[in-house]
């Protein structure tokens, strides 16, 4: 096979929906043997594009050719038997079978006439696979026993495994993978990316759909950026930089990632000291100052969720107290944190943060409500104006108050949850991951309306896994390692390789242990 | 509403597909009563006649009652299987106390209220405090309700009712049945406390997503106890009636109503998943359970096969929230 020829070559694309052009003539290769990295904002047209390469979307127009021949792929199972596979961003492995059950789920080997399933010979494939991809991963582990990385090795183990019974070799399959770091740590990204170039080596071709430019300069070879449904560009990752890359998502030069003014630091505004919540926290201590804000940086594990929900009263201190301004809480759930004036911006947007189908306006409102009503009564009129004046304050694009807030971008219903602590004028906002899934631009908002929070004098905490987000907002950087703080960095000595020292415990001279 | 920034919804498509969805989700449901209204105007004898459709309103009613007690629970996401039970129990205690220990009739039935407040709080406790789910804290009180219930009357009825009684259930105030009334009442009440309240926005953001509710400084086990304790209150309410309309009290009175009690928000589009409906659904909801069962056996069609067909009216709703939800 002539290597000039791309091994996909997706040509003029287009698909509507109702009121959207999801695509308009796009254009997308991927060569043999490489890695491709898919970039965009939220709703740029990467799904709607990796939809139809997988078959679960029909396009309105264009043509998909694989290795120069022409394509149709009506359905998953045609992209299959092309070698073609995707692995979501939600895994979809069972929990509660094993891994090789889970491989060869539905194709399970037979034998004898009865066609009972052939267990041994499922169990040697399978292990055989995955000893291929040199994963160390059992194959009659239970997947709940698994880590999301494991887990996602055993998609990848799938996929090779669908693509071989299609008769496709390795040079054959290609695997698109939709943001497959976000909910990994910094050691496990790397262990896939190893794995990424070892695929890549054997001849896969792999699409990467990633929000974290840095890893896609550390493990793409081109990529291709699409922004409203147009091709903005293909590059070679060699040829250009992380900002040159924004300005293709976004079309207008971010000034700069990071924008910084300094506030002025205030009084200490809230304390913790010495916390064990009983299971991951073990004597964790903390200062956070009106007009500051703090980056709290570790490893997934290290107690850090754990830390923000003992501090906004989720959890129960087990040893240990919060202190705010200087006076000691009793919490005993969050509802007297807030009362005491803390906000939570948590993890788990849709889980934890949001009411998805309910309103703008009640999701903004909820935490005001006791304002918001005479004797019980919900004023209408008062929580529309308080509403109003959030998402016209903080730009969230919405078509209107009344608009069911699933409907809403990542970025813009984060806005929403942030709404909904300033409209109680916090002292002190905890913020979980905030930036987690959200496209570049919104991101950059985000990080503006924390800055302007500090500088009103609000006490900022900020847990993040993207070490340049913390190095670029933070005006203190704390790092946990085991459920306590282990290391503190001022804005002006903290780099990477100091923070990631301090996580890993790899030692080192970096900062001291408060 | 204002529209207070400028651009367009950012997934237009899937939004209007899924608001076409509910706004047909919606009116599914006053197309249906209007088709068995329609159907048995057609083929049963005598169902138009006005003395019959106040039958029909008095059948629906006491369903109807418990019926939204049962859409505060069901908005929370839970679930209340005892309220059959309950209203035997409650309808048994008023009818004794009124006859045997001779209390003046309203303070009968104040008690028996306040027993099915209690066997609510007890339901409510057992999932707040205790864990337990909904489902089988709920059929737990329905078998020790109905047993207390046969207990205290020793499985036999009791009759000789007070005055009030026949009057709560069958009495009328300007033509209209009673129950009739406090069904109107009852549901002008729920929809104010639902749509017009903090504690009603409480009960939605419990149903809608227990988590966030938390983190935003809702109590959704305040929330919850509080809405077992409404169902516990409108099944006394509704046992009360049963027993009124009967012009006794029954020990096996009720049995099974559960199913009707939650048909009835089910059918109106109260999602089983929480946090999405309302009390207009359940009303009708309910009307179209006590069409359904007027009109059939107008129609002569025996309580056998009924059973079966309001079994299988039951499953068709659920399967239009499964469907309505997929696509959410």
């Not at chain 1, 890549?200 to 550390?218: D, M, P, T, Y």
């Not at chain 1, 147009?230 to 060699?238: E, F, H, I, N, P």
């Not at chain 1, 087990?318 to 911006?345: K, N, S, Y």
């Not at chain 2, 919850?224 to 009360?240: D, E, M």
Request: glycine share 12%; charged share 15%; hydrophobic share 50%.
């Amino acid at each position: 096979m002539p290597t000039d020829v791309p091994l996909l070559r997706m040509q003029g694309i287009s698909k509507a929906f109702p009121g959207v052009q999801a695509l308009q003539g796009v254009d997308f290769e991927v060569a043999p043997g490489e890695i491709h990295a898919l970039v965009g904002e939220n709703g740029a047209g990467k799904s709607t594009l990796m939809k139809i390469l997988t078959g679960a979307l029909r396009p309105d127009s264009g043509q998909i050719f694989l290795r120069g021949r022409p394509v149709e792929i009506p359905s998953p199972r045609a992209a299959q038997a092309l070698g073609i596979s995707m692995i979501h961003q939600e895994l979809s492995l069972i929990p509660y079978l094993t891994v090789g059950q889970n491989i060869f789920l539905g194709r399970e080997p037979r034998r004898g006439r009865l066609g009972l399933v052939d267990w041994p010979r499922l169990y040697r494939q399978a292990q055989a696979l995955l000893d291929r991809l040199n994963v160390g991963v059992d194959a009659r582990a239970e997947v709940r026993d698994l880590s999301i990385a494991q887990q996602q090795m055993v998609e990848v183990a799938k996929a090779l495994a669908l693509s071989a019974e299609a008769g496709q070799g390795f040079g054959a399959t290609l695997i698109a993978m939709d943001e497959p770091t976000s909910t990994l740590t910094e050691r496990e990204t790397e262990v896939l990316f190893d794995l990424m170039r070892s695929l890549k080596a054997a001849g896969v071709s792999l699409i990467f759909i990633s929000h974290r430019l840095e890893e896609i300069f550390r493990i793409a070879d081109r990529l291709t950026v699409l922004r409203d449904g147009c091709l903005v560009g293909v590059r070679s990752a060699a040829e250009v930089d992380a900002n040159d890359v924004v300005r293709m998502m976004v079309g207008r030069q971010l000034s700069e990632m990071y924008p910084r003014t300094n506030a002025a630091r205030g009084g200490a505004a809230l304390e913790a000291r010495n916390l064990h919540d009983g299971r991951e926290l073990h004597g964790a201590s903390l200062t956070v100052h009106s007009g500051e804000i703090v980056g709290v940086a570790g490893l997934v594990g290290a107690g850090r969720t754990a830390l923000a929900e003992t501090l906004f009263g989720v959890r129960r201190a087990t040893v240990g107290e919060v202190l705010l301004a200087g006076q000691p809480l009793r919490l005993r759930g969050p509802g007297d944190a807030i009362r005491c004036g803390m906000g939570f911006v948590p993890e788990d947007r849709k889980g934890q943060g949001l009411f998805l189908n309910m309103a703008v306006r009640e999701n903004i409102a909820i935490s005001s409500l006791r304002r918001l009503s005479r004797l019980g009564f919900l004023r209408f009129a008062a929580a529309d104006r308080l509403a109003g004046e959030f998402v016209r304050r903080l730009a969230i694009r919405t078509p209107s108050l009344r608009q069911r807030v699933r409907n809403l971008s990542g970025g813009n219903q984060q806005k929403v949850i942030i709404a909904r602590w300033l409209a109680l004028n916090p002292k002190v906002l905890i913020l979980d991951e905030p930036t987690r899934g959200v496209d570049v631009g919104a991101k950059a908002e985000i990080h503006g309306l924390m800055n302007q929070l500090a500088a009103q004098g609000v006490a900022v905490l900020m847990i993040s896994s993207e070490l340049p987000e913390v190095l670029g907002v933070s005006d203190r950087i704390l790092v946990m390692r085991a459920g306590r703080i282990v290391a503190e960095f001022s804005r002006g000595e903290a780099t990477e390789d100091a923070i990631m020292r301090a996580a890993t415990g790899a030692g080192g001279n970096g900062g001291a242990a408060p | 509403m204002t529209a207070p920034s400028a651009s367009a919804p950012p997934r237009a498509p899937a939004a209007a597909r899924r608001r076409g969805l509910e706004t047909l989700r919606r009116y599914s449901v006053l197309l249906i009563l209007l088709g068995i209204v329609l159907f048995f105007a057609l083929s049963a004898p005598g169902f138009l006649r006005p003395s019959n459709l106040l039958n029909v309103g008095l059948q629906t009613s006491i369903i109807a009652i418990v019926a939204i007690g049962m859409t505060f629970v069901i908005l929370t996401g839970g679930i209340d299987l005892s309220v059959g039970s309950v209203m035997a129990l409650s309808g048994a205690l008023a009818a004794g106390l009124a006859t045997r220990q001779g209390l003046p009739a309203a303070a009968a039935i104040a008690v028996a209220l306040l027993v099915g407040a209690a066997v609510g709080a007890a339901n409510g406790l057992m999932v707040v405090r205790g864990g337990i789910p909904p489902f089988v804290a709920t059929l737990a009180t329905l078998s020790i309700a109905r047993g207390l219930t046969l207990v205290y009357t020793e499985g036999k009825p009791i009759a000789g009712l007070p005055p009030l009684f026949l009057w709560l259930g069958n009495g009328r105030v300007l033509g209209i049945p009673v129950p009739l009334l406090l069904m109107a009442l009852a549901g002008i009440a729920a929809w104010v406390v639902l749509r017009q309240t903090r504690f009603g926005l409480h009960v939605y953001a419990t149903g809608g997503n227990e988590e966030t509710a938390r983190l935003a400084g809702v109590s959704p086990r305040a929330v919850k106890l509080a809405v077992y304790v409404l169902s516990g209150v409108t099944a006394a309410v509704g046992g009360v009636l049963l027993t009124g309309r009967l012009a006794s009290a029954q020990p096996n009175a009720a049995t099974g109503w559960e199913l009707d009690a939650i048909a009835a928000p089910v059918l109106g589009g109260v999602s089983l998943f929480g946090g999405v409906g309302g009390v207009g659904g359940t009303v009708i909801g309910a009307l179209i359970i006590g069409v359904l069962s007027n009109g059939l056996n107008l129609m002569r069609v025996s309580s056998y096969y009924q059973l079966i067909i309001k079994g299988a009216v039951f499953v068709l709703a659920v399967m239009l929230d499964l469907a309505t939800q997929r696509r959410r």
